[in-house]
């Protein structure tokens, strides 16, 4: 299912695809079952490029199916692109296969393709339920929301209120309208739209163009402009993480720890260091004259009972003689 001709520029030029199924009846995401070429290793553990589309790039995209994606409409001109048609769609194994097949994409290199954007997403997005536990309740603080949403997978089921920055319950049923236009008038949106998922993939599409997707946010969902910034900002800050940085934790090494030169102590640490080790020697030696004296009792005790015992044996003998 793409995207209607008329509504988002480019975004929404191609014929709609077959209606998308739901959520819960699609097959589960597939791995790669073959041994990792060189291209899905590099794709896998390199940042999701915004360079031109070329050869190599993306696993089973070649020069043909360069040429074919950049000239059909909407052209996808780089990787970023692809992965947000594929995120557009839901992540939906059969409607994004259809979307590159309408293309004269071969069925054989769209499945490649469909499984490199499977592989490569599961890095920052989920299939699971919202957490009912989480911190974040309709009303929180921004910031705090925020910060969750840069933290948190991204969710393939429908936003609720306190999940994404700038989304709450009043514009949601605009946001979700429009998502389901974007996707084509015979289109059947599953239950999820709209997703965090689907916003991510539409601001790919985008070219993460800001001033684009705020003007989709406040022209066709009607949003109010500083909710329509806090979801841009919160887009842009994920996007960072998604597109920018490697996110494999096989290949990705933390940076080395910062080695700071030791410094001498100042006048007033030495003080404080003299101080604290005339206090312990002080303690030591309480410590000892107590031990000592322990001992002297101990001493002092053994030879009164010694005294004693020897008193008594002679005085048995004594009696016993007499």
Known sequence: QAVRRRGVGSVSQAPPLSPLPALSRLARHRTMSGGETEVSKNFKRNPLSAEPLAPGMVPG???ATVSKLKA????????????????LLNRSEHNFKA????????????GIILEAMQAKSLEYCTDDEHDLKSPVKPGADTTKVAHLFSMLPLSSHKIVAGQTPGIGQMSLPSVERTIKTQMGEDAKPPKETPSAVQL?????????????MLRWLKDDCGCQERHASATVDALE???CKICDEPTDPVFASPPPKEQRPRLPPTREESEKGVMKGTKNKEKEEALQRMQDQSSALQKLLFFILGGGLIAIIVLHLTIGFV
């Open 200 to 212: 991510m993939g539409l601001y790919l599409a985008f070219g993460r163009e800001r001033e684009r």
């Open 237 to 239: 800050t994920k996007a």
């Open 61 to 63: 995209v070649g020069a």
């Open 72 to 87: 059909e409409s909407p052209p996808v001109r780089n990787p970023q692109q692809l992965m947000g048609y594929y995120l």
């Open 99 to 110: 979307f590159l097949e309408m293309r004269g994409i071969q069925t054989k290199y769209a």
